[in-house]
T-cell receptor, first 116, second 113 residues
Framework: AQSVTQLGSHVSVSEGALVLLRCNYS??????LFWYVQYPNQGLQLLLK??????LVKGINGFEAEFKKSETSFHLTKPSAHMSDAAEYFC??????????????FGDGTTLTVKP | DGGITQSPKYLFRKEGQNVTLSCEQN?????MYWYRQDPGQGLRLIYY???????QKGDIAEGYSVSREKKESFPLTVTSAQKNPTAFYLC????????????FGPGTRLTVL
């Protein structure tokens, strides 16, 4: 079974400050991990993904995440927050079969607020 | 442009009525998914389909039904048996070999009065 825990349902930072959103996962097989972003009343959009290549993954809009197997973590960071980063962020873990697309388990989400 | 469309964006129904939410994709993806989103609860999987004419229950399938007669279409029916149907519904798709990277539609907000 797979699961995801996002620590902190709400995170608030000042514009220009470091963004750190935390995600811990549990998976019985090597995981594939994702971060998605959701703006109000919209669908989710992929930010970045880890698929067992490089442990430091770079995504869109200046975000990156580091896979740490020993800590079962996949935290999302951005060096300098922008007002447009205000949104809800979801961490997800997927397990795939050999003959199908599999399915994902999502965390409960973290709402990021950016203060001017 | 390839993508997923959901219609309508907003839907209002009276209690006790069945309602069907549309989801269409032109990405040629094999798998499709329906999620329900409530504030503070993330995304919960309702049903998913890996192939045409086959689908599996997710974590909260009670009160919902689906069909997958065509690869590009995966409609969701919210039945009168669903006790609390007011929510935001998201449809997604993914392809084999993509590690289950999911592409999402814009969502349908259903309000039952």
């Amino acid at each position: 079974a797979q699961s995801v825990t996002q620590l902190g349902s709400h995170v608030s930072v000042s514009e220009g400050a470091l963004v750190l959103l935390r995600c811990n996962y549990s998976s019985s097989v090597p995981p594939y991990l994702f971060w998605y972003v959701q703006y109000p009343n919209q669908g989710l959009q992929l930010l970045l993904k880890y698929t067992s290549a490089a442990t430091l993954v770079k995504g869109i809009n200046g975000f990156e995440a580091e896979f740490k197997k020993s800590e079962t973590s996949f935290h999302l960071t951005k060096p300098s927050a922008h007002m447009s980063d205000a949104a809800e962020y979801f961490c997800a873990v997927s397990e795939i079969g050999y003959t199908n697309a599999g399915k994902s388990t999502f965390g409960d989400g973290t709402t990021l607020t950016v203060k001017p | 442009d390839g993508g997923i469309t959901q219609s309508p964006k907003y839907l209002f129904r009276k209690e006790g009525q069945n309602v069907t939410l549309s989801c269409e994709q032109n990405l040629n993806h094999d798998a499709m998914y329906w999620y329900r989103q409530d504030p503070g609860q993330g995304l919960r999987l309702i049903y998913y389909s890996q192939i045409v004419n086959d689908f599996q229950k997710g974590d909260i399938a009670e009160g919902y039904s689906v069909s997958r007669e065509k690869k590009e279409s995966f409609p969701l029916t919210v039945t009168s048996a669903q006790k609390n149907p007011t929510a935001f519904y998201l449809c997604a798709s993914s392809s084999y070999g993509s590690y289950n990277e999911q592409f999402f539609g814009p969502g349908t907000r259903l309000t039952v009065l």
